[in-house]
């Protein structure tokens, strides 16, 4: 492995046909590098779209009323209700398996935003009714002061959570804690400043948030007990799907909607998108590998038959040495080791290449809110690497076979 000479005769044969060489160790090299490109651009879209799932409770649901498309107990059909606040203890009592029913306000409907002013500034932010749990299901992290909290809820306190964007754009350099913001008409002191984790929600940048108890909101915005939707999470082991089938069961019978009405709840399961989109990624993964690999073995082979032919025209030069003493195990380490060499520089360079490229794009800044970041693991890079040497030795087994099948009596007579 070490011998000075064998080296130096690996080289001389490779430096022979310098061409031959370089096409042959350019498959290999566009294998391994496309391999590399492929995981890392994977990598790098699962981390953009998986990213707007962080902070998100990935084992909760979200409910909320729509029109009814079926005439029921005297109603006609198109009838618009509300969820009430008695619902939301008839859904902790009447749902097994739930763990946290959050009940939401927003000004306006949903992504709808609303006149918020400080002094001369005025914005457009979405303002929602929230309960204390709702950090349960939507983390977010608290930059400063603090979150809404039971006390708030029970006195009815007019005092807000805003987003980063909003402290940002409303008070700038500005101290926010102990201000006072108006929205529509009322005022709500700012008793915290928080950032959420996740990257976005459906396109939505939530750092433009604005969070007031929810009892205050009733109250403040004429919507004396009403409820615009449900945020709600399973236990540990729930399946959310049947969570979100019986709280509509619940709700239909509760508000006199036909039970198979099929428009007047709406939904959104966050655990299915959750899992669809993680089955995507694995799928992904594995067709980047199996496209990789097999462009990788087009390589392989390419190099397998250079050096068989390698083999043939050294025919004189491998029976002159099987006459003096060479043993089968050193033929078959000098083609082997030939074939390794012009792999593993290949794929060495081919694996430069790619993460030098993912690294360019990462340095350039080419993000969006689909795509983040692309890399490849460490672990990845290796197996890459093994998987390369190994497809180096195979590459060089049936050549060597070949080799030694060769007698030296009739070697010598070839010319």
């Given at each position: 492995?070490?011998?000075?000479?064998?080296?130096?005769e690996?080289?001389?044969?490779l430096?022979?046909?310098?061409?031959?060489?370089?096409?042959?160790?350019?498959?290999?090299?566009?294998?391994?590098?496309?391999l590399?490109?492929?995981?890392?651009?994977?990598?790098?879209?699962?981390?953009?779209?998986?990213?707007?799932?962080?902070?998100?409770?990935?084992?909760s649901c979200?409910?909320?009323?729509?029109?009814?498309?079926?005439p029921?107990?005297?109603?006609?059909r198109?009838?618009?209700?509300?969820?009430?606040?008695?619902?939301?203890?008839?859904?902790?009592?009447?749902?097994?398996?739930?763990?946290?029913?959050a009940?939401?306000?927003?000004?306006?409907?949903?992504?709808?935003?609303?006149?918020?002013?400080y002094?001369?500034?005025?914005?457009?932010?979405?303002?929602?009714?929230?309960?204390?749990?709702?950090?349960r299901?939507?983390?977010?992290?608290?930059?400063?002061?603090?979150?809404?909290?039971?006390?708030?809820i029970?006195?009815?306190?007019?005092v807000?959570?805003?987003?980063?964007?909003v402290q940002r754009?409303?008070?700038?350099?500005?101290?926010?804690?102990?201000?006072?913001?108006?929205?529509?008409?009322?005022?709500?002191?700012?008793?915290?400043?928080?950032?959420?984790?996740?990257?976005?929600?459906?396109?939505?940048?939530?750092?433009?948030?604005?969070?007031?108890?929810?009892?205050?909101?009733?109250?403040?915005?004429?919507?004396?007990?009403?409820?615009?939707?449900?945020?709600?999470?399973?236990?540990?082991?729930?399946?959310?799907?049947?969570?979100?089938?019986?709280?509509?069961?619940?709700?239909?019978?509760?508000?006199?909607?036909?039970p198979?009405?099929?428009?007047?709840?709406?939904?959104?399961?966050?655990?299915?998108?959750?899992?669809?989109?993680n089955?995507?990624?694995?799928?992904?993964?594995?067709?980047s590998?199996?496209?990789?690999?097999?462009?990788?073995?087009?390589?392989?082979i390419?190099?397998?038959?250079?050096?068989?032919?390698?083999?043939?025209?050294?025919?004189?030069?491998?029976?002159?040495?099987?006459?003096?003493g060479?043993?089968?195990?050193?033929?078959?380490?000098?083609v082997?080791l030939?074939?390794?060499?012009?792999?593993?520089?290949?794929?060495?360079?081919?694996?430069?290449?790619?993460?030098g490229?993912?690294?360019?794009?990462?340095?350039?800044?080419?993000?969006?809110?689909?795509?983040s970041?692309?890399?490849?693991d460490?672990?990845?890079?290796?197996?890459?690497?093994?998987?390369?040497?190994?497809?180096?030795?195979l590459?060089?087994?049936?050549?060597?076979?070949?080799?030694?099948?060769?007698?030296?009596?009739?070697?010598?007579?070839t010319?």
């Amino acid at each position: 492995m070490f011998d000075s000479d064998r080296w130096s005769e690996i080289w001389n044969t490779l430096s022979r046909n310098k061409l031959r060489s370089f096409l042959t160790m350019f498959g290999v090299f566009w294998g391994i590098f496309m391999l590399v490109i492929m995981l890392g651009m994977g990598r790098g879209l699962s981390t953009g779209v998986l990213g707007s799932f962080e902070g998100w409770a990935t084992n909760s649901c979200f409910i909320w009323t729509m029109r009814t498309s079926i005439p029921y107990e005297g109603f006609q059909r198109g009838r618009r209700f509300e969820f009430e606040n008695a619902d939301i203890d008839a859904i902790k009592r009447g749902v097994e398996g739930v763990d946290v029913v959050a009940p939401r306000l927003q000004l306006g409907g949903w992504r709808d935003a609303n006149n918020v002013s400080y002094g001369s500034k005025t914005g457009a932010f979405n303002v929602y009714g929230d309960v204390p749990d709702i950090i349960r299901i939507q983390a977010t992290d608290i930059l400063e002061g603090r979150f809404l909290n039971e006390k708030d809820i029970a006195d009815e306190r007019k005092v807000c959570v805003i987003g980063s964007k909003v402290q940002r754009m409303m008070f700038g350099p500005t101290d926010p804690l102990g201000e006072y913001l108006k929205i529509k008409g009322v005022y709500f002191r700012v008793v915290g400043v928080h950032q959420p984790r996740a990257s976005a929600d459906m396109g939505e940048d939530k750092s433009g948030d604005i969070h007031i108890p929810f009892s205050t909101f009733q109250k403040a915005f004429n919507s004396i007990n009403e409820v615009h939707w449900f945020s709600i999470t399973g236990q540990d082991g729930v399946e959310v799907s049947r969570i979100e089938a019986d709280t509509k069961r619940l709700m239909a019978h509760r508000h006199k909607v036909h039970p198979d009405d099929p428009l007047a709840f709406g939904s959104w399961n966050m655990q299915e998108m959750f899992s669809m989109m993680n089955a995507l990624f694995i799928a992904i993964n594995v067709l980047s590998w199996i496209v990789g690999i097999l462009t990788l073995a087009a390589g392989i082979i390419g190099i397998s038959n250079i050096m068989l032919v390698i083999v043939k025209e050294r025919t004189k030069e491998i029976g002159i040495r099987r006459s003096i003493g060479a043993t089968p195990r050193n033929i078959t380490a000098q083609v082997m080791l030939e074939s390794l060499t012009l792999t593993f520089i290949a794929g060495y360079f081919g694996l430069l290449g790619g993460i030098g490229l993912l690294e360019a794009i990462g340095a350039i800044g080419i993000e969006s809110e689909f795509f983040s970041s692309p890399s490849v693991d460490l672990k990845v890079a290796l197996v890459a690497l093994s998987v390369l040497l190994l497809s180096g030795l195979l590459a060089g087994l049936f050549p060597a076979r070949r080799a030694l099948r060769i007698k030296a009596i009739d070697a010598l007579r070839t010319e």
